[in-house]
């Protein structure tokens, strides 16, 4: 008689799980999109201060993120390790929901923008980038059995907790868009906003 291990099934996110992260990454690409996309040319290259990024860095410095946590899910969360057992999952997406989208702390970003697309081609890839991770929502079996370190979380929980688990980098991803869809409205309140 042969003796075989088998795994385990992978588990899927529940309903409401699915629900809420469908929901967040619908509202946050609407937030985006609805902020960017009647800018004029001038409205979009416009930097308040030679430091600060314009509103065509800030959408291509969110595309950058997208697709790093895009990849990230693809190439290593299913070899990744299972999330700390104490660690309460529910607990930190709430963190990544409520803490990353806030402008109240400021981090230098890793992923500096380039300001090389232009704004029809940024959000056409912007959107295509957020269909991917609401598929990736849909049908990826074990977004909650593997986790990935994520110096975001440990900087917004000042290293109370240093891994995401697959559903919270996509809700991460999310959270990041509204952080910056924020940063985009504070160019558009600069008073030397273009007209």
Not at 97 to 102: C, M, V
Not at 142 to 169: F, N
Request: charged content about 20%.
């Amino acid at each position: 008689m042969t003796n075989t291990l088998s795994t385990p099934p992978l588990v899927r996110l529940t309903s409401a799980e699915l629900s809420l992260g469908q929901l967040f990454l619908e509202q946050t690409r609407d937030g985006l999109t609805g902020s960017a996309r009647m800018l004029t040319p001038a409205q979009w290259t416009f930097k308040p201060r030679p430091e600060r990024w314009s509103i065509g860095e800030i959408v291509e410095h969110v595309i950058a993120v997208q697709e790093r946590v895009i990849g990230m899910i693809r190439q290593h969360l299913a070899s990744a390790p299972p999330p700390p057992s104490e660690q309460d999952h529910e607990l930190v997406d709430g963190i990544v929901i409520h803490q990353i989208p806030s402008r109240l702390s400021k981090f230098p970003s890793p992923l500096p923008s380039t300001a090389e697309l232009g704004k029809e081609e940024a959000l056409r890839r912007y959107a295509d980038n957020c269909s991917a991770l609401s598929e990736m929502l849909a049908s990826t079996p074990g977004l909650r059995e593997h986790a990935l370190d994520s110096p975001p979380l440990k900087a917004i929980s000042k290293g109370a907790y240093s891994v995401m688990d697959g559903y919270q980098w996509i809700l991460a991803a999310a959270a990041h868009t509204e952080r910056h869809t924020k940063q985009i409205l504070e160019v558009i309140a600069d008073d030397s906003f273009p007209t």
